[in-house]
């Protein structure tokens, strides 16, 4: 399974960003789909995570009602709609999920990431 994220950028203060992570190769099911992000000198901090079948979601407390994450009909894309963007959101921003394939059970999967920075 590979998952390829997009969207990243440099953007103002209080500006927008949505990322997006598709998921492709051998896989049944996506059971969680979530977002991590990473600043210099910082340990990978979870930001938003949904359970699929629930479709319930949560957040990091530094992001909740700003950051949205969601997925597209396909179900193989998770998106993560991020607003009133601050420079402390500024990361590398790994998309991560779990699925399952007969084969191989219940695996989790990482993204090569995308870098978000945000001016002040």
């Known amino acids: 399974v590979q998952l390829q994220a997009s969207g990243g950028g440099l953007v103002q203060a209080g500006g927008s960003l949505t990322l997006s992570c598709t998921a492709s190769?051998?896989?049944?099911?996506?059971?969680?789909m979530a977002w991590y992000r990473q600043a210099p000198g910082k340990e990978r901090e979870l930001v938003a995570r949904m359970i699929v079948a629930r479709g319930s979601t949560n957040y990091a407390e530094s992001v909740e009602g700003r950051f949205t994450i969601s997925r597209d009909n396909t179900g193989n894309v998770a998106h993560l709609q991020m607003k009133s963007l601050k420079a402390e959101d500024t990361g590398h921003y790994f998309c991560?999920?779990?699925?399952?394939?007969?084969?191989?059970?219940?695996?989790?999967?990482w993204g090569q990431g995308t870098q978000v920075t945000v001016s002040s």
């Open positions: 991560n999920m779990n699925a399952w394939a007969p084969a191989t059970g219940s695996v989790d999967y």
């Open positions: 190769g051998n896989f049944r099911l996506i059971n969680i």
